[in-house]
């Protein structure tokens, strides 16, 4: 996870955005000097929730750049990234791959067969950047802990798109498992050798085989409007004069009270 | 615009917010304009009858108010999208019923150990599992105290008219700010769908508690750091105060702790900021108590048709107190408990098979009866029920240790033709 931490701190500060205006609500428990350093809000979520707990946070103040990090994506995750992406809600998701927890392992993964499965994995992985795409999100990229400079510059780039964005990253297991084996380095050598960078790739073609290549890079990026952009088109249209476009933010005074 | 009322902390609500005017409406819309009109900017839901029509009043009426309803897409995300939105700054809440509810508990549990203010409004129905959707039930009241793991407290309320539904879900709302607790109203379909007269006064009669907000300087604030109520001042997300808020038991600054000493501090906290200040929380309605041989403990409904029981008992000369539980938890068990010395008897209807008379009963110590007057749901008592349970209560000798079931002329029906209804 360090050398993700570090992505997103390189990232973030790469987008020119304050981290103060960034939130970032996880389901994946970062230690507070990881965070403290990065300078975000972050949230330790329910499990696979922190898509839904950031929509709240992004209609509640919509001047909040909102940066879900999953680790339960697909799995207690799969509706509200599912719903996320139809409403393009405005959330840069990035989805934490540690091929434990999402079913996503082939049998040459060594975390797989060591604490979950004991007899290895059978089942069919997802292919996220082609499922968030199905899904309408508007930029889908993967890249691996070994990544970090190209992560880096796709969570700036992403930090600045209107919509749902999303980013998976695979990346080793907490320290739980490397310190039961060297599992970790051993996934650090295996991205090494197994991965190959795409830009560009049709989605459909990015799911991870066994026995194959892991593809990287940015695979799409597209416009469309976001949540609030058709909530207050709609609304414009329905009530006229009478709405007030969402977007406006509230003063501290305001959320303490109800001053004028 | 509002401003800070004179002697309070309290501040009058938005005009803006507030529909003035006398209406002819349900309970359920009642809500979904006390919601607003209690500065409420974000409620995040999934239909559910008997529950809809007040997102639906609410859906209507925010925009106009700068104040958003989302459709999620199902309860998990809903109650997790209520508690991102109250760390936002803004005021949430949440609308369902029975399997709704059920479906909450996880974030709701989440939102008690974040010390999160928001609101949750369940018009119960008929149990368990899917029930009877359409018809009344109050079998969510222990749900509401201990649906998710873990110790917490919340406050619960349970209003008994579309009136009451309006002013409540103001007062949970500014119970919610105060305590910095999940505040359940525990309404039910029969409160939900009952139309009456409803006003709702200017602004400036309605007080609105604004959010404990910490304003000082970022490197001074420690999040969890208690006021002398126990309750600790609340940043908002973007604020630059970089926050590190988690589900994990934490410390004062937010950090994850694991030793038991911690533990015990925090989660202790949790609960305390409730019990300890359960006397300005709790409020009751009390009639003829004083004197009274038997006394009926009810709420939500229930108190409404206990209202003609307790009549016509008093019709046949028994002397009937009325206890109506407006807040259902924290439990006034101190009340309950010197009440227990004076009259002989409490009577409970409720329309479940024992919840709320079982809390009676801990409170009493066995110096008073208790008589459950139970109901399976999908309707409500009969008055003459209550009134002969109130009877058989008053005429009962002797102490009797555990809770005596009243056979109502339903309940009646079945035990004498068995459990298998025949058409």
């Known amino acids: ?260 | 615009m509002g401003g800070k009322s004179k002697g309070s902390d309290k501040v009058k609500a938005n005009p803006k917010e507030v529909l003035t005017g006398v209406y002819y409406i349900d309970g359920d819309v009642a809500s979904g304009f006390g919601a607003l009109a209690a500065g409420c900017r974000f409620i995040g839901g999934y239909p559910i009858t008997p529950s809809t029509e007040a997102a639906e009043a609410f859906a209507k009426v925010a925009p106009k108010a700068g104040a958003v309803f989302i459709q999620m897409e199902d309860e998990l995300g809903s109650m997790a999208a209520v508690v991102g939105a109250a760390w936002s700054g803004v005021k949430s809440m949440t609308i369902t019923s029975g399997p709704g509810y059920s479906l909450m508990q996880e974030n709701i549990g989440f939102g008690a150990m974040l010390e999160t203010p928001f609101v949750l409004l369940n018009i119960q129905r008929g149990g368990p599992s899917t029930g009877v959707p359409t018809k009344t039930g109050q079998a969510d009241m222990m749900q509401s105290r201990w649906g998710a793991h873990g110790d917490y407290e919340v406050i619960a309320i349970s209003p008994d008219s579309p009136q009451e539904m309006f002013d409540y879900t103001i007062k949970a709302f500014n119970l919610a700010e105060k305590y910095r607790c999940p505040v359940m109203i525990m309404s039910d379909e029969c409160v939900g769908h009952m139309t009456e007269k409803v006003v709702i006064p200017p602004a400036d009669e309605i007080e609105i508690e604004p959010r404990r907000l910490y304003t000082g300087p970022p490197d001074q604030y420690v999040p969890f750091k208690p006021d002398e109520d126990l309750v600790p001042k609340m940043a908002r997300a973007g604020d630059g105060y970089n926050l590190y808020i988690s589900g994990l038991v934490h410390d004062e600054r937010g950090y994850p702790v694991e030793p038991s000493a911690f533990k015990a501090q925090y989660v202790r906290r949790l609960v305390d900021k409730i019990r300890r200040n359960k006397d300005k929380i709790i409020e009751l309605k009390e009639e003829g108590t004083d004197d009274a041989d038997v006394i009926v403990v009810s709420y939500g409904i229930s108190s409404r048709v206990a209202v003609k029981g307790i009549e016509i008992a008093r019709e046949r000369g028994i002397k009937v107190g009325n206890l109506r539980l407006v807040t259902v938890w924290p439990f006034p068990d101190e009340k309950i408990a010197a009440l227990a010395t004076k009259a002989k008897a409490f009577v409970v209807p409720e329309i479940n098979y024992g919840q709320i008379a079982f809390e009676v009963a801990r409170c009493s110590h066995g110096h008073a009866n208790v008589v459950l007057v139970p109901h399976g749901g999908a309707g409500v008592h009969i008055p003459d029920d209550i009134a002969d349970a109130i009877e058989y209560a008053f005429k009962a000798e002797g102490k009797i240790e555990r809770v005596i079931e009243f056979k109502t002329r339903l309940e009646r029906t079945v035990f004498e033709e068995g459990y298998t209804l025949k058409e």
């Open chain 1, 1 to 260: 996870m360090n050398e993700i931490t570090t992505a997103f701190a390189e990232g973030i500060s790469r987008s020119g955005i304050s981290p103060a205006k960034i939130s970032m609500p996880s389901d994946i428990p970062f230690a507070p000097e990881v965070v403290k350093q990065l300078g975000v809000d972050y949230f330790h979520t329910t499990r696979g929730r922190a898509i839904a707990f950031g929509t709240g946070l992004k209609l509640g103040n919509p001047a909040l750049k909102v940066m879900p990090v999953v680790g339960d994506l697909m799995t207690l995750g799969g509706n509200h990234f599912v719903h996320g992406g139809r409403r393009n809600m405005e959330l840069l998701v990035i989805c934490v791959n540690n091929f434990v927890y999402t079913n996503i392992a082939g049998k040459q993964v060594p975390a797989a067969g060591a604490v979950f499965s004991p007899y290895s994995t059978f089942e069919e992985p997802f292919n996220f950047p082609h499922l968030g795409n199905s899904c309408g999100a508007i930029y889908t990229a993967r890249w691996t802990a070994l990544h970090t400079e190209q992560l880096a510059d796709s969570i700036a780039e992403a930090l600045h798109k209107n919509g749902l964005s999303m980013i998976e990253v695979l990346a080793p297991g907490p320290n739980y498992y490397t310190d039961i084996s060297s599992i970790a380095s051993d996934i650090l050598a295996f991205y090494y050798e197994h991965s190959i960078v795409k830009n560009g790739e049709d989605p459909r073609n990015v799911g991870i085989v066994p026995e194959e290549k892991i593809i990287v890079g940015k695979f799409t990026d597209k416009e469309r409007p976001t949540f609030i952009d058709q909530y207050n088109a709609q609304l414009s249209k329905m009530l006229g004069d009478k709405f007030t476009p969402h977007g406006y933010v509230p003063t501290v005074e305001e959320s303490g009270g109800k001053h004028a």
